[in-house]
């Protein structure tokens, strides 16, 4: 797989993938319409919306815990090291490398675990927000 090849894939991977909710939508509303509008309108919220934000939560959940272990025992080694009178400053400079360095993958998960809590907020706000009952088209003519 060469540059060009990789290029593409992200260039037009967010592309591709709006296009496959597009047509995941399409396909819900055409199946669900017909029996009850909000519960389809429900349907696609929670499918679209809500599983994938809470999936994106879960999986930055599951990967902070272990990196927040890696800081830690990472903040113990420079404490250690930087108390220690023999240390030279390559090794304080190390220590304090490698502890900046899980503070940033830290950071970076608990960022997407709050996009993540985001759009299942903006799944659940929609959801609540849908009217009971379908609004009748021709009610206001």
Do not use: D
Request: charged share 15%; net charge positive; aromatic share 8%.
């Amino acid at each position: 797989m060469g540059r060009r090849s990789i290029f593409v894939y992200f260039a037009l991977g967010p592309l591709l993938l709006l296009r496959l909710i597009e047509k995941l939508h399409i396909f819900f509303v055409r199946a669900c319409l017909g029996r009850n509008a909000v519960k389809s309108r429900i349907l696609i919220l929670l499918l679209l919306v809500v599983l994938p934000g809470f999936s994106a939560s879960a999986v930055c959940a599951y990967y902070l815990v272990p990196e927040w272990a890696a800081l830690t025992a990472s903040n113990q080694n420079y404490r250690r090291v930087s108390a220690s009178p023999s240390a030279t400053e390559k090794e304080i400079l190390r220590a304090k490398t490698a502890q900046e360095i899980h503070r940033i993958n830290c950071l970076a998960e608990c960022v997407g675990l709050l996009l993540g809590g985001i759009i299942v907020s903006i799944g659940i706000q929609g959801i609540c927000i849908l009217p009971q009952k379908p609004i009748a088209r021709n009610e206001g003519r």
